[in-house]
């Protein structure tokens, strides 16, 4: 026979035997601590760009939490928020789908900035190779490491793996 007791300070069930023996269930979900809660949220890609061309260097989750701050202290007579009035037609045909006015701006990301730089250094490093060399690079054995050897390893084998289908015609003479 249990008898199961809540312990405040634990945050936890307390189930106590007929021996006296403790057993500890904790009722805290996963996501949970002691002050806080994990949130997963669906942003839209505009404004997630928005975000990160104003946010700078703050981490996200910080900046995120730093702006809902600052939204809810100034907010002294909070309106409520009106839903968007959605037209429902019969007819599919009739649809018209509304005009989007905003432009979107296009956002790299830093992924895609060091990519770039990446492949401009290898395809400026294989442009500088005589046709001797690149003749030599492709019958050798293993051409991608005699590539990544001829142009003084400026980049990663990984670099030379992903681009390879591009390195292999600019190597043909």
Known sequence: MFKIVYCATLSALVFVDLFGVRTVKNKKKANETATSVRKDMRIDKDLLAKIDAVRGDVPFAAWVKRSIKMRLDGLNNPTPVE???VIISADKK????PKVTAKTATVR???ELRAEKTRQLLFSAISSLSCTEKSKIINARYPKNQCRKAIGE???KDSIA???GEIEIALGC
């Open 94 to 97: 009739s649809k018209k789908k």
């Open 154 to 156: 400026v980049v990663s």
């Open 109 to 111: 990301t830093t992924n």
């Open 83 to 85: 839903s968007v009035p």
């Open 162 to 164: 992903k681009y390879w």
